[in-house]
């Protein structure tokens, strides 16, 4: 069932969900997208496969590889969210969903402090693909980042839970255009940020296969570096399989933990992004940057107090006081609270709360406070990157591309 093109008010800040309409593709054009999925997996299969035999040919020769590897294949599906409009309840009514991942996991024992701390988790790479049966959405795909973490060590449990993150760049996406898509109103760009989070249960079937099943949350956004950017957001359950794909020798079975050393670091970085101000706007360049100093009270958590500046491009073009300052139009300053989730030595996941000490309503800091979100990876000679969105009451302000420093109080790392 088609949509008509009709003028729809814009609602650039709210979660939208768009369900997808199987009755809108034809039959060929199904068949065209699950074949591709099925290509696709294949090849991520064989490739999995060959390096398993590559592994095992070489096993006597090694005493043991540093990863258990895990391939992990699942399709999902599942209800979407609506933005309270007709237009959306329209596309809510008349459509559905179907994704489809295939994830490599990266699993160590217990001679990673880290794996001990965590229960054991698995890192790895995914790869996601999708259909909304909707020309007017396209056909997402992505590529990203994950890790199970379960919440208990039960190793002879059948059945085991876990919650998982995920979190990558997704393409693929038929962007909002005035003149050739003008019903997409919900996705701005060609290129959004993937992010999936959730839990998850697998059952043993047998000493290297389980069969799995995922509930969460899933959101696609561009962080208003394109306008429109409503966001499109799943609930999406999932059933898969996972497979082991080398033999080992890991003990699984070590649980203790030395006694953490607390430590102190300071972290310098700088974030550069762009924004668009309104739909049809240009592009804008964005600058953060900032200094923290952060006390590391756990294997898995740090926290403490930094300040941070913001510089936004063409503030003249936007600043309706004519009595305020270059400088001040242009740059902006915050007290920021850190909280950092480490999830290795060197992963960890940046959040937390600033409160501006001056700000422009105009530079799209409309609240006086405002949130951050994001995955770092730190390397050996302590130079930090990562992505991170920084947003005012949960709305998109920019994504901030950071590259730092890390400074660790003297005599440790």
């Known amino acids: 069932m088609g949509l008509e093109k ?7 800040d709210h979660f939208v969900i768009i369900k997808l309409s199987w009755g809108s593709v034809s039959a060929k054009r199904i068949q065209e997208i699950l074949m591709k999925v099925l290509f696709i997996l294949g090849l991520m299969v ?8 590559q592994i095992d040919s070489t096993y006597k020769a090694k005493p043991s590889p540093k990863f258990v590897k895990y ?16 237009f ?37 790479v995914g790869f996601y693909a999708s259909t909304f049966h909707n020309a007017d959405v396209g056909e997402p795909n992505a590529i990203y980042f994950f890790l199970h973490i379960p919440f208990a060590y039960s190793p002879q449990s059948r059945v085991k839970f876990s919650y998982f993150a995920s979190y990558g760049l997704s393409y693929n996406f038929n962007p909002f255009d005035p003149e050739d898509n003008p019903l997409n109103l919900f996705i701005g760009s060609y290129r959004n940020v993937y992010a999936h989070l959730g839990f998850r249960a697998a059952y043993t079937i047998s000493p290297k296969t389980a069969i ?18 409503s966001g ?23 649980r203790s933990i030395p006694k953490h050393t607390r430590r102190d670091v300071l972290h310098i970085h700088v974030a550069p992004g762009v924004k668009e101000y309104f739909v049809g706007d240009v592009k804008h360049f964005k600058l953060g940057s900032g200094i923290h100093y952060l006390r590391e009270f756990s294997y898995k958590h740090r ?10 491009a063409n503030a ?26 480490l999830l290795t030595e060197n992963l960890y996941a940046p959040m937390g709360v600033g409160a501006y000490l001056h700000r422009n309503d105009f530079n799209g800091e409309w609240n006086w406070f405002y949130q951050r979100v994001g995955l770092r990876y730190r390397f050996a000679n302590n130079i930090f990157a990562g992505l991170s969105i920084k947003a005012h009451k949960g709305r998109a302000d920019f994504f901030e591309w950071t590259l730092g420093y890390s400074i660790f109080q003297k005599g440790q790392r």
């Not at 064989?46 to 035999?53: D, N, P, Q, R, T």
């Not at 391939?71 to 007709?86: I, K």
């Not at 799995?212 to 950017?229: D, E, I, M, R, V």
């Not at 359950?237 to 080398?246: A, F, K, P, Q, R």
């Open 6 to 12: 009709q003028a729809i008010p814009f609602y650039s």
């Open 46 to 53: 064989w490739s999995s496969v060959a390096l398993a035999f």
């Open 71 to 86: 391939l992990d294949l699942s399709v999902e599906g599942g209800p979407m969210l609506g933005n309270g409009t007709d």
């Open 88 to 124: 959306g309840e329209q596309l809510r009514n008349s459509s559905s969903y179907l994704g489809v991942d295939a994830r490599l996991g990266f699993r160590r024992g217990a001679e990673s402090l880290y794996s001990r701390v965590y229960r054991y988790p698995t890192f790895g």
């Open 212 to 229: 799995t099943s995922t509930f969460g949350f899933k959101h696609f956004s561009n962080g208003a570096s394109s306008l429109p950017n």
């Open 232 to 254: 499109i957001n799943l609930f999406p359950l999932s059933i898969g399989v996972t497979t082991m794909l080398n033999d080992h020798d890991k003990d699984f079975s070590d």
């Open 303 to 312: 926290a403490g107090l930094g300040l941070e500046h913001f510089y936004s």
């Open 316 to 341: 003249s073009e936007r600043a309706d006081d004519p009595s305020q300052s270059d400088f001040l139009r242009y740059n902006s300053f915050a007290v920021f609270g850190s909280w950092e989730w």
